[in-house]
């Protein structure tokens, strides 16, 4: 038996992949050749535009009906408690009909996938117009919802797809800074609609604007899927794709983080009304603006995080916005032993010791979100839709679900609020912890590359990648790769002469 030579492993060059001594060139225009085809400005203008337009519509789907919701009750016959409902079933089944559509644009189009959202979502508007109780209410809502996700999750995709990840942080960035324009402007336009015309208008000028988009879609938007894209045609590639999805710790990090941060601002959400005029006494007209304040703090952070887009690697954005969630902690706790003598009432809380953690908080999760979902989606651009489709599921869904536990756990507004934000902060810094810390950016990327390569080269190769040893350690060791790549056909043998 001869002495078998162990392959190299990989190794990234500026315009070249190196592997078993042998090189094959890679233009560098080919590294992320599809952002090169979307490259010109007025492309790139006409697309930010269309994802500005889809962003628009998950936000006013939620934010229009809050001042509306005692005329719904008493139109409709039923409960507060239901009709606070239907935006619940809305948040859930948006986080979750992204799992499905983000995978379906993998497969079908991004082009496609969003246009049969945007039909689910404009013949579910017309039905909750003319819904005639509260239960055909809820379903219209929740079918509205999956319409409303595959925008969001196609949104993210299209992203990944068109452009590079300096200019798609800015671009996350300036939507996630727009959204709470379009957060705070939405109750406004809700309770003007509501006042002069009836709730039920609002529905049927939003699923026009959704009907206005349609057509904009059908006749402007091209299919921007990556031609390379992983082809998912049975149920074990999609395991395959999730699988490499969540051996990623630095994806999983990322995601997580998102997640658990979106959990607090829903539970502020879902808190800060009662606390506000219960609590303090304000009025809604108050109430309303003090929110407003606070939504501000998105737009403070997004508008930061693309000024550091040129200057500070994304890891180093996130480990800013998980140090202000420290101070977030802090300043929730502080207050509840400082006064914990007079709880529950926390008799000498005064209203800053709110505001100021909840301001900063929301500034932090504008800070990071660009970054956090701009860099999760880099090494996967051939699973972009899959991977958009996890990150916006894990955002939404599991913050719609831990809020509304939360908020059910007690009637005291203001201990739910302090100790259930700061606890979303607290978790954002554990995992940031034991998943992101120490990571090295540089290499993080190297290592996308690589993987993004040796997957270019498998598929077009009968034989994929293949490893020869028969070295146990250097096995159980295998490339790094092909460990994160399972659709990657692994051809492991042993060389004997």
Same mark, same amino acid.
């Given at each position: 038996?001869?002495?078998?030579q162990k392959?190299?492993?990989?190794?990234?060059?500026?315009?070249s992949?190196?592997?078993?001594?042998?090189?094959?060139?890679?233009p560098? @225009?080919?590294?992320d050749?599809?952002a090169?085809?979307?490259?010109?400005?007025?492309?790139?203008?006409?697309?930010?535009?269309?994802?500005?337009?889809?962003?628009?519509?998950?936000?006013?789907?939620?934010?229009?009906q809050?001042?509306?919701?005692g005329?719904?009750?008493?139109?409709?016959n039923?409960s507060?408690?239901?009709?606070?409902?239907?935006?619940t079933?809305?948040?859930?089944?948006?986080g979750?009909s992204?799992?499905?559509?983000?995978?379906?644009?993998?497969?079908?189009?991004?082009?496609?996938t969003?246009?049969?959202?945007?039909?689910?979502?404009t013949l579910?508007?017309?039905g909750? %117009?003319l819904?005639?109780?509260?239960?055909?209410?809820?379903?219209?809502?929740?079918?509205?919802?999956?319409?409303?996700?595959?925008g969001?999750?196609?949104v993210?995709?299209?992203?990944?797809?068109v452009f590079?990840?300096d200019?798609?942080t800015?671009?996350?960035?300036?939507?996630?800074?727009?959204r709470?324009?379009?957060?705070?402007?939405?109750?406004?336009?809700?309770? %003007?609609?509501?006042?002069?015309?009836?709730?039920?208008?609002?529905?049927?000028?939003?699923?026009?604007l959704?009907?206005?988009i349609?057509?904009?879609v059908?006749?402007?938007?091209p299919?921007t899927r990556d031609?390379?894209?992983?082809?998912i045609?049975?149920?074990?590639?999609y395991?395959d794709?999730v699988?490499?999805?969540i051996k990623?710790r630095?994806f999983?990090?990322l995601?997580?983080?998102?997640?658990?941060?979106?959990?607090?601002v829903?539970?502020?959400?879902n808190?800060?009304s009662?606390?506000m @005029?219960?609590?303090?006494g304000?009025?809604?007209?108050?109430?309303?603006?003090l929110?407003?304040?606070?939504v501000f703090?998105?737009?403070v952070?997004?508008i930061i995080?693309?000024i550091f887009v040129?200057?500070?690697n994304?890891?180093?954005?996130?480990?800013?916005g998980?140090?202000q969630?420290?101070?977030?902690?802090?300043?929730f706790?502080?207050?509840?032993?400082?006064?914990?003598?007079t709880a529950?009432?926390?008799v000498?809380?005064?209203?800053?010791?709110?505001l100021?953690?909840?301001?900063?908080?929301?500034?932090a999760d504008?800070?990071?979100?660009?970054h956090?979902?701009?860099?999760?989606?880099?090494p996967?651009?051939?699973q972009?839709?899959t991977?958009?489709?996890?990150?916006g599921?894990?955002?939404f869904?599991?913050?719609?679900?831990?809020?509304l536990?939360v908020?059910?756990?007690?009637?005291?507004?203001l201990?739910?609020?302090?100790?259930?934000?700061?606890?979303m902060?607290?978790?954002?810094i554990?995992?940031?912890?034991?998943?992101?810390?120490g990571?090295?950016y @540089?290499e993080?990327?190297? @290592?996308?590359?690589?993987a993004?390569?040796?997957?270019?080269?498998?598929?077009?190769s009968?034989?994929?990648v293949t490893?020869?040893?028969?070295?146990?350690?250097?096995n159980?060791m295998?490339?790094?790769?092909?460990?994160?790549?399972?659709l990657?056909k692994?051809?492991?043998?042993?060389?004997?002469?």
């Open positions: 038996m001869s002495a078998v392959p190299l492993l990989p190794t990234i060059h500026e315009d992949i190196t592997i078993e001594n042998d090189t094959y060139n890679e560098k @225009e080919k590294i050749d599809n090169n085809a979307f490259g010109s400005k007025k492309k790139q203008a006409m697309l930010f535009a269309i994802m500005l337009f889809v962003n628009v519509l998950g936000p006013l789907s939620t934010e229009a809050v001042p509306a919701l005329s719904i009750a008493e139109d409709l039923t507060s408690r239901w009709v606070q409902l239907t935006i079933i809305y948040m859930l089944f948006f979750l992204q799992l499905f559509f983000g995978t379906l644009s993998d497969i079908y189009g991004r082009r496609n969003l246009l049969a959202g945007l039909v689910i979502y579910t508007s017309l909750c %117009a819904a005639p109780n509260i239960i055909a209410l809820n379903i219209f809502r929740a079918v509205q919802a999956t319409g409303s996700g595959a969001m999750v196609i993210y995709a299209i992203a990944r797809d590079r990840q200019a798609r800015r671009v996350l960035g300036i939507l996630g800074g727009l709470p324009i379009v957060i705070a402007a939405s109750p406004v336009f809700g309770g %003007a609609i509501s006042t002069y015309l009836g709730w039920r208008y609002i529905f049927y000028i939003i699923g026009g959704s009907l206005f349609l057509i904009v059908f006749f402007v938007l299919e031609q390379n894209t992983v082809q045609a049975r149920l074990q590639d395991k794709t699988r490499l999805l990623n630095v999983v990090g995601v997580l983080i998102s997640g658990g941060v979106y959990a607090g829903f539970i502020m959400f808190e800060f009662f606390v @005029e219960d609590r303090f304000y009025s809604e007209l108050t109430t309303g603006l929110c407003g304040l606070i703090g998105l737009m952070g997004s995080s693309i040129k200057c500070v994304p890891i180093t954005v996130v480990f800013c998980v140090i969630l420290v101070a977030c902690c802090v300043l706790i502080l207050p509840l032993i400082i006064y914990s003598g529950p009432d926390f000498g809380l005064n209203v800053y010791w709110v100021v953690p909840l301001f900063l908080f929301v500034c504008g800070l990071m979100l660009p956090l979902i701009s860099t999760a989606l880099e996967f651009k051939r972009a839709g991977a958009s489709a996890l990150a599921f894990w955002r869904f599991s913050a719609a679900v831990i809020a536990i908020s059910s756990s007690s009637e005291q507004h201990m739910v609020l302090h100790i259930g934000v700061g606890a902060a607290i978790s954002a554990i995992i940031y912890a034991f998943t992101l810390y990571v090295n @540089e993080f990327l190297a @290592e996308s590359k690589r993004d390569l040796l997957m270019e080269d498998s598929a077009t009968t034989d994929g490893v020869i040893s028969d070295d146990d350690e250097y159980s295998k490339l790094n790769v092909t460990e994160q790549t399972p990657i692994k051809v492991m043998t042993n060389n004997n002469e």
